[in-house]
């Protein structure tokens, strides 16, 4: 039986970026080394972590207007430090809360003895993303920080286009790689581990804009931030400045060469709406119960609960049955959340939507 796995991170790969790390694991360079054991030194390493940032600019869309560094962090790290190299104690900046991430890098801007404006708050419900229009999004504030997918609570920003002049902070981690509407002009610096998207857990991208670049190298260094934590830093030494997680990097570097030939994030982007299409269209409906407003809608989280949590949990266990996994929703929702990221096929998603029709006539 084939195994359709769901988890909201980290995700399936593509089957053929699985398929070419296996070829590849014990003798990636021909040399009868590993790329676990290779010198992070070595030209063969070289080669690939160079291709890897060029890939990375390539398929992600990345203007000239912006630098592009990989790091070891996971986004949770970036909470901090890009309070660090954004901002000064004192500062004002503007924040969203929308979900359990969006919160938790909220936690880490009061913490900062930053002034924090939160100009929307989804509580308790969780499940819309506001009227942007309407914000008060105070003038001074360095930048508007948004958590542009909500994988807990399955909701997302139908636009990035936001009124207003204030530089914004996207954190994509599970957005990068599968839409294409960033306001790069307005976007100062995203941040996005690869996990969901375009690779394994162990490490993230950062992309800033130029025009702010050395203002936040001094700014890290005014706020004592270590050099090996120092974006700038990090960027100068091509993403090598201490011993990288080469593996991951290895396979975000296999997965973006899936992902060019592929056609890239327009692929994706498309691929991601008809994997939405097909599974919304048996959300829709009185049997399953969607979490989000339908103009909030994830193209990659699918949150849903049945009448009664006994019937969330034997759809789950029938589920599993089919060889469908990693379905149970996030502690704090209950209910049933499915993850489709770019690793997920058509067919997959296909499948999915089939045994909701499938269930929803047997016990509907």
């Known amino acids: 039986m084939t195994t359709h796995y769901y988890s909201p991170g980290p995700a399936s790969l593509p089957t ?19 790329v676990m054991e290779i010198s992070h030194r070595s030209k063969q390493y070289e080669g690939l972590n160079e291709e890897t940032l060029r890939l990375a600019h390539d398929v992600f869309e990345v203007p000239d207007s912006h630098k592009l560094l990989i790091t070891p962090f996971g986004a949770q790290q970036h909470f901090s430090l890009l309070l660090n190299h954004l901002s000064r104690p004192g500062d004002t900046v503007a924040y969203t809360e929308t979900g359990v991430w969006a919160h938790l ?17 989804g509580n308790p419900t969780l499940n819309s ?9 105070p003038e001074n504030a360095k930048y508007l920080h948004l958590t542009v997918n909500n994988t807990v609570e399955g909701t997302e920003y139908p636009t990035l286009n936001f009124a207003g ?9 599970s957005a990068l790689a599968s839409r294409r509407d960033i306001p790069w002009d307005r976007t100062h610096l995203i941040y ?3 996990q969901k998207n375009f690779g394994i857990a162990g490490c993230s991208v950062v992309v800033i804009h130029k025009d702010i670049f050395e203002q936040a190298r001094e700014t890290a260094k005014r706020n004592i ?5 120092n974006y700038c830093s990090i ?5 090598v400045l201490n011993t990288p997680p080469v593996f991951p990097i290895f396979v975000m570097n296999r997965y973006l060469h899936w992902m060019k030939s592929a056609g890239g994030i327009e692929t994706m982007e498309r691929w991601a709406q008809e994997r939405a299409r097909l599974v919304y269209g048996e959300v829709d409906g009185e049997f399953y119960q969607g979490h989000a407003l339908p103009e909030h809608r994830s193209r990659h989280n699918f949150v849903f609960k049945l009448k009664t949590p006994e019937l969330d949990a034997l759809f789950i266990s029938e589920a599993a049955k089919a ?10 929702l209950g209910g049933v959340r499915a993850s489709m990221y770019n690793g997920i096929s058509l067919e997959s998603a296909g499948y999915f939507a089939q045994f909701m029709r499938t269930f929803k006539e047997k016990h509907g």
Request: aromatic share 6%; glycine share 6%; charged share 25%.
């Open 225 to 229: 931030l270590g050099n090996a934590l």
């Open 323 to 332: 060889g469908i996994h990693e379905i149970k929703g996030y502690r704090t």
């Open 165 to 173: 002049k204030v530089p914004l902070v996207l954190d994509m981690t």
């Open 105 to 121: 890098a909220t936690v880490d801007a009061r913490a900062s003895e930053r002034k924090v404006a939160v100009v929307y708050d």
């Open 16 to 34: 053929a970026v699985r398929d070419l790390i296996k070829i590849e694991l014990l003798d990636t360079f021909g040399i009868s080394v590993s």
């Open 235 to 239: 960027y100068d030494a091509k993403s």
């Open 129 to 137: 993303l506001g009227q942007p229009e309407t914000w008060q999004i």
């Open 192 to 194: 996005a581990s690869a």
